[in-house]
């Protein structure tokens, strides 16, 4: 496939990379240290550099129960039409009329499906090795952040209130999980190899983890969850990743779930000001910036900017930490103007000719549909944060 590849310092690239593994050391090889001395260590029970967790695949039990629980999962709206449930797709509903006018089930119209190895040749005409080995770097990333995101979510279900929150994160906890597998499945057909957990997202997601009450509400549906919104909305166009679209509206729900929770049970002021909780927040955020220079080669290689593209999340994430009412200790308009900063005086000293630009104006989503529902999350500066209540909201 033709892209127009974007101009990189391949020293700076290399060096870059010569930095985030001494890190990646660095912090792992703590890690595993306090972990033996049983003063904590590293959390998340998972295996980035096998793509598993620990314990492996083991995807005949994911067969039996996962797969088998997805196709018996029925709906309210079939089962108890006096409901007021709304739960079913258009097609179920296609089906329930079909019913009742007397055709079976089995005349349900039959989707055309193409096999694995119709898949894995589409890819290999269409992509050349550098450009799959690329596209494998990034998604991966998410990947991983698939595994952490499951893992977050199940400690989550005990940190709101009401049958209408935990349902809600009982869905994501059931959409993260089917996000990690099928993400797996399809990462794993490219047929190249798939990278461990970079030490930033290493450091990002730890924390998030470790992270306790409103925090870690942030860190994953924040911070984490905007990260993966964006590249699935940055890749969903590209060929044979179509799939990508379903990942991104399900993270449109994900990212949204902050605001829709806080309109019901609304911070107090003191858990949004909190000095201490805000510059926890500001830390789950920080990591997020080398990222974008770690994957700058990957990014290049299939005509992206990385520094665009970090433009674009960052003032995304920020807008919704702002809508949600989230402070990070230093005000979200001159953090952006920082990261801004960095982005250019890196690209000054790496790229000739480079003119200085605003990094906060790209977008880098495309696809309609996918523009539409960020816009709906993301472009509210009229929306304000929710207002604060005396009392504490949920557990911290």
């Not at 590293?42 to 005949?60: I, P, S, T």
């Not at 990333?141 to 349902?167: F, Q």
């Not at 970079?198 to 992270?211: D, F, H």
């Amino acid at each position: 496939m033709k892209f127009n590849t974007i101009p990189y310092s391949p020293e700076h690239v290399a060096r870059n990379h010569r930095i985030e593994a001494r890190v990646n050391t660095a912090v792992r090889t703590f890690d595993a240290v306090m972990g033996r001395l049983g003063l904590g260590g590293r959390k998340g029970y998972y295996n980035d550099d096998a793509y598993e967790f620990e314990g492996g695949a083991r995807d005949e039990l994911r067969k039996k129960h996962y797969d088998k629980s997805l196709r018996l999962l029925w709906k309210a709206e079939e089962h108890a039409a006096w409901s007021t449930f709304d739960d079913a797709t258009r097609d179920e509903q296609l089906l329930l009329s079909m019913a009742e006018k007397g055709l079976t089930r089995g005349e349900k119209a039959q989707r055309k499906r193409i096999n694995s190895a119709e898949y894995k040749a589409f890819l290999n005409k269409t992509y050349t090795p550098k450009q799959k080995q690329a596209i494998v770097n990034i998604l991966s990333m998410i990947g991983h952040g698939e595994a952490y995101a499951w893992m977050v979510s199940c400690e989550l279900l005990n940190e709101v209130k009401s049958t209408g929150g935990r349902a809600a994160l009982t869905m994501q906890v059931l959409e993260e999980a089917k996000h990690f597998v099928v993400l797996r499945e399809l990462i794993q057909a490219f047929d190249m190899p798939i990278p461990r957990l970079n030490a930033w997202e290493y450091v990002l997601l730890e924390r998030t983890y470790k992270s306790k009450g409103l925090e870690k509400f942030f860190g994953m549906n924040v911070v984490v969850e905007g990260f993966a919104l964006s590249i699935f909305g940055m890749m969903s166009t590209l060929p044979g990743l179509e799939i990508l679209k379903l990942f991104h509206r399900d993270e449109s729900r994900h990212t949204g779930l902050p605001h829709n929770y806080f309109a019901e049970f609304p911070m107090t002021a003191w858990e949004r000001r909190n000095p201490l909780r805000a510059a926890r927040r500001l830390s789950l955020v920080l990591p997020a910036i080398p990222v974008f220079y770690h994957i700058e080669a990957d990014l290049a290689e299939l005509g992206i900017d990385t520094f665009e593209f970090g433009g674009a999340l960052a003032r995304k994430v920020l807008k919704l930490a702002d809508r949600v009412g989230f402070d990070v200790l230093v005000p979200t308009e001159p953090l952006a103007k920082l990261v801004n900063r960095a982005f250019n005086e890196y690209c000054k000293a790496t790229r000739p000719d480079f003119t200085e630009r605003n990094f906060m104006e790209a977008e880098t989503t495309h696809g309609k549909e996918e523009l539409a529902v960020e816009k709906e999350i993301f472009h509210l500066d009229d929306a304000p944060a929710p207002k604060s209540r005396k009392r504490a909201s949920a557990a911290a």
